[in-house]
Each structure stands twice: as C-alpha cells, then as structure tokens.
C-alpha cells in the first residue's frame, strides 16, 4: 500500500509542478516566475541552514546531559527532507520545503508519529517509558520468565 502510494507521488509531483510553472508563469510572466523560483530556493536555503544548526545545537546539549534526542533526531530528519525538497525546482516542492521547516509542521508530524509508536526515553539510570492509559507497570517481582510448578 505505501509502496502504490509512493510510487503515484513520484509520478504525479512532476506534473503538478509543471502545471503550476504553467499557471504561474501565466499569471505574472516568465521572468518573474523564474526569479521566484530562484529567490525561494535561496530563502528556502537559508533557513534550512539556520533550522539545521539551531536542532543540532540543541542535540548536542540533550546527548551532553546524557538524554537521547529522539525528537531533535526526527526534526533533523524532517528538516534533511525540508532541504530535499527545497532542492527539486517547483513551487509545490518549495511550499511543502518550507512547511517542513516550520517548528508548528513538524511537532504536529511528530505527535501524528507518536499516536503509532511507543516512546521510550532512555536516561543514565536506566529506560523509562511513558505512563499510557491502560498500561500496568511490572516490578521484577510481579512476573518471571518460565512458567513454575
């Protein structure tokens, strides 16, 4: 299923970009749409590059106080793909760029993904997972590993 999907955007992002060069270009002319083309992937840069050195940052202070970034990790990757799609001409790839290098896009990605994972936090004493509804906490007394007699 994600495989069809994937496969359908490959092949639909071209032509929507192509329909909205067309569109654009129509609406304001052939050289303004070239300059906004251009004048969005070097914002589009620029921010990429202040985002990126902002989330390490913040990385390298959570691994020194010795917590794993797991959500510095995902932004940093939501923000590598941000840059991916800054690089690929067109307006539609620069608007969903810049979408994911807003810090609001990204936590709600984020908490989209948590719905369907189970976060654990892993601290210098130890993992600790975080309390869900419903979910009973054991003590090493309460379960064993083979069934007794």
Same mark, same amino acid.
């Given at each position: 299923?994600?495989? %069809?999907?994937?496969?359908? /955007? *490959?092949?639909?992002?071209? =032509?929507?970009?192509?329909?909205?060069? *067309?569109? *654009?270009? $129509?609406?304001?002319?052939?050289?303004?749409? =070239?300059?906004?083309?251009?004048?969005? /992937?070097?914002?589009?840069? =620029?921010?990429? %590059?202040?985002?990126? *050195?902002?989330?390490? /940052?913040?990385? $390298?202070? %959570?691994?020194?106080?010795?917590?794993?970034?797991? +959500? $510095?990790?995902? !932004?940093?990757?939501?923000?590598?793909?941000?840059?991916?799609?800054?690089?690929?001409?067109?307006?539609?790839?620069?608007?969903?760029?810049?979408? =994911?290098?807003?810090?609001?896009? +990204? +936590?709600?990605?984020?908490?989209?993904?948590? +719905?369907?994972?189970?976060?654990?936090?892993?601290?210098? !004493? /130890?993992?600790?997972?975080?309390? $869900?509804?419903?979910?009973?906490?054991?003590?090493?007394? !309460?379960? %064993? !590993?083979?069934?007794?007699?």
């Amino acid at each position: 299923m994600f495989a %069809r999907l994937l496969l359908i /955007g *490959v092949l639909a992002l071209p =032509l929507v970009e192509i329909a909205l060069f *067309v569109l *654009v270009g $129509q609406a304001i002319g052939l050289w303004a749409t =070239l300059a906004a083309v251009i004048l969005i /992937g070097l914002a589009g840069a =620029l921010v990429l %590059r202040w985002q990126g *050195v902002a989330v390490l /940052g913040e990385m $390298q202070r %959570r691994m020194r106080q010795g917590e794993l970034p797991a +959500r $510095q990790m995902g !932004d940093t990757m939501l923000i590598g793909l941000a840059g991916l799609f800054l690089l690929i001409p067109g307006f539609f790839s620069d608007i969903v760029g810049l979408l =994911l290098l807003i810090p609001f896009t +990204r +936590r709600l990605i984020w908490r989209m993904l948590a +719905r369907n994972f189970r976060v654990v936090e892993i601290t210098p !004493d /130890g993992y600790r997972r975080q309390q $869900q509804p419903g979910m009973i906490e054991l003590d090493e007394s !309460d379960w %064993r !590993d083979r069934p007794t007699l």
